[in-house]
Structure formats: C-alpha cells, structure tokens
C-alpha cells in the first residue's frame, strides 16, 4: 500500500506570493491533518480534515488555508507569504474509526520563503 | 490545554548503550500517547503507541516505552543503541475521541558516539 504523498518536495517563494501545497492520503483513510515544522516553534497543528470538511483548526492566522476533495486529498494554501512562513510542512492521514488511531505522516514540504 | 514536555534537547550516547529519553505530558484524563521518529530531511515515522492496558510498549527498531500515569510520563527506552538511531524524536499526545490532533513536545535530539 502507498505511503502517504506530498508534492512538491521543494519550493522557493518571495514574500508575498500565495503557495498551493498537495497531500494524497493512504488508500482508504479519510482524515488528513497538517502540521508546521520549525526549529522554532516545533510542530504544531494547523488543521485537520475529514469528509471534506474542516473539523479542528489550530491557532494560525486567516492566510492559512486548506480544503479536502471527495477522494480525500487535500490541499493547503498559504497566501500573501512571510519569511516566517519559510517551514517543513508535513501531511498526515488517519483511518477514522480504525482500530489503529494512529497518523501516517508523509515526507514533507519544505518551503523556503525569501 | 494539552501539553507535553521533552526535557532534553540534546543527548549523545555511546553506541551500545542504554538510552532513556523522557516524556511528561499534561492532560484532564489518559491520552492516546505516540513516539515518533525523523531522520534529517523526512517526515515522522511512528515507533510506538499507547492506547490502554498494558503500560509497557513494544515498538520497532528494539524501542519500548513505558507510561506512568501517576508522573503523567512515557519515557522512551532502548537497551542498546545503534549509529543508525541517531536521529529527532518527539512524544506526541492526541485526545482518545473526535480530532485527530496531535500535540508534540519539542523534540529531542539523539546522538551516537562510536
């Protein structure tokens, strides 16, 4: 069975622009969350889909963005970029109701805003 | 809030040697308690986890980890590391129902002396 995807691996940007990044989930598993690395400020939660609809959000302002398709991929956004946004982002889905509970994390986007 | 604690940023052990890394966690009730692993430029990769029952887990790579609900800790083991285990690791709680928001600590950092 196929990990978890991301594309791009890598992206430069200058600030202001706007950033699409693309998660495919493992086969099956309906729940996708995304996370922020930084050496910083560690990992921390962005958001989380299931079903399409976003069901938690963390504490990231409004430029942060994100939806999931019928097929369970999911997408986010990042508009008007910051340097501070430079980061790894990482995917990971989840098979609600298994039995596992566990989140399969995918290799990352490094995105790198100058 | 949740929250969880990695006292140590940096270790550096022998290779052979026995490892502890620890773990203290902040939460209303049991959480659902990970570990994970990331070598430089990749995502996480879950090594173990701990739902209910038994308090001692086995994980892979040869880790375990034990939780104690009376320190609210979940302290990584390995009795005798490898270079390969060089590597970040992060504990990580989520909430037993709903979101599958996972909440890590800062990550400790783990390095193998020859």
């Known amino acids: 069975k196929a990990g978890v995807t991301q594309t791009p691996r890598y992206l430069i940007k200058t600030r202001g622009q706007q950033v699409t990044l693309s998660c495919s989930p493992i086969s099956g598993h309906r729940s996708v969350s995304w996370y922020q690395q930084t050496p910083g400020q560690g990992l921390q939660f962005l958001f989380e889909?299931?079903?399409?609809?976003?069901?938690n959000k963390g504490n990231f302002p409004g430029r942060f963005s994100g939806r999931q398709f019928s097929n369970s991929r999911s997408e986010m956004n990042v508009s008007t970029l910051e340097l501070g946004d430079s980061a790894l982002y990482l995917c990971?889905?989840?098979?609600?109701?298994?039995?596992?509970?566990?989140?399969?994390f995918g290799p990352g986007t490094r995105l790198t805003v100058l | 809030a949740q929250s969880v604690t990695q006292p140590d940023i940096h270790i550096t052990v022998s290779e052979g040697a026995s490892l502890e890394l620890r773990c203290n966690y902040s939460?209303?009730?049991?959480?659902?308690l990970f570990w994970y692993v990331q070598s430089p430029g990749q995502g996480l990769q879950l090594l173990l986890k701990?739902?209910?029952?038994?308090?001692l887990v086995q994980g892979i790579k040869g880790f375990e980890a034990e939780f104690k609900r009376s320190q609210s800790s979940f302290n990584l083991r390995k009795p005798s590391v490898h270079w390969s285990d060089a590597a970040e690791y992060f504990c990580a709680v989520r909430r037993t129902q709903g979101a599958q928001k996972l909440v890590f600590g800062q990550g400790t950092r783990l390095t193998i002396n020859p």
């Open positions: 939460y209303g009730a049991t959480p659902y």
């Open positions: 889909y299931f079903s399409e609809t976003q069901r």
């Open positions: 990971a889905s989840s098979m609600e109701g298994g039995l596992s509970h566990e989140q399969f």
């Open positions: 701990y739902f209910s029952g038994d308090t």
